[in-house]
Nanobody
Framework: HLVQSGGGLVQTGGSLRLSCEVS????????MGWVRQVPGKEREFVAAIERSGSSTYREESVKGRFNISRDNARNTVYLQINTLNPEDTAVYYC???????????????????????WGQGTQVTVSS
């Protein structure tokens, strides 16, 4: 069970931190990812982090502005989004995967079939 929080309305240039708390599973057994989706468009992978948090992968388009992290003591993964712009407006989803491919986050981490569980989604709206 993945429960997300932290979305909302923010002005251009602002920041948000999205949270995703995992329950009912051993959190440290799962690599985690974040994706986003704009209505009418394909889901876009954003970032992934391996089980211990020591390795991450971010999509090239968000490097420098998005940071993924996790706190295994709190069973929570975070997505810090800085310098928001209107193109970041989307529903953001977290996902948990037990695939061994997620132990080394990479370009392959964007595969949706690697993830077993998904959060409910949280809306991020950036006003211009």
């Amino acid at each position: 069970h993945l429960v997300q929080s932290g979305g909302g309305l923010v002005q251009t240039g602002g920041s948000l931190r999205l949270s995703c708390e995992v329950s009912g599973q051993t959190f440290s057994n799962y690599g985690m990812g974040w994706v986003r989706q704009v209505p009418g468009k394909e889901r876009e992978f954003v970032a992934a982090i391996e089980r211990s948090g020591s390795s991450t992968y971010r999509e090239e388009s968000v490097k420098g502005r998005f940071n993924i992290s996790r706190d295994n003591a709190r069973n929570t993964v975070y997505l810090q989004i800085n310098t928001l712009n209107p193109e970041d407006t989307a529903v953001y989803y977290c996902a948990a995967g037990s695939s061994l491919l997620l132990t080394r986050p990479s370009y392959s981490s964007k595969r949706a079939d690697l993830y077993n569980y998904w959060g409910q989604g949280t809306q991020v709206t950036v006003s211009s």
